[in-house]
């Protein structure tokens, strides 16, 4: 059974830094596109990164430049590298594998 478990989250100022990490587990990683979804206080999820079996990372036009998306295929897990959070930054960061989701964890941005 294929599991995803993000961690990571916490609460952090205006310009601070954070990095999530998935850490997938119950079956084959790398050959899988991995992605990061996120969901603000009533919002609907959105879509944050997208990283490829092939290593091609693609950000939403809100994070570029800000967060990086990576993976370690050894260590089966996929990170969220997360700089200059916003207010707007706020919301439970999920972990996705098509159909498969994370539990989530919250990261918080006060001004």
């Known amino acids: 059974q294929v599991q995803l478990a993000e961690s990571g989250g916490g609460s952090v100022h205006l310009g601070g830094s954070l990095t999530l990490s998935c850490l997938h587990s119950?079956?084959?990683?790398?050959?899988?596109?991995m992605g990061w979804y996120r969901q603000a206080p009533g919002k609907e999820r959105e879509w944050v990164a997208t990283?490829?079996?092939?290593?091609?990372?693609r950000l939403a036009d809100s994070v570029t430049g800000r967060f990086t998306i990576s993976r370690d295929n050894v260590k089966q897990t996929v990170y969220l590298q997360m700089n200059s959070l916003k207010p707007e930054d706020t919301a439970v960061y999920y972990c996705?594998?098509?159909?498969?989701w994370g539990k989530g964890t919250l990261v918080t941005v006060s001004s």
């Open positions: 990283i490829t079996s092939g290593n091609l990372a």
């Open positions: 119950g079956s084959i990683f790398s050959i899988f596109d």
């Open positions: 996705n594998r098509g159909s498969i």
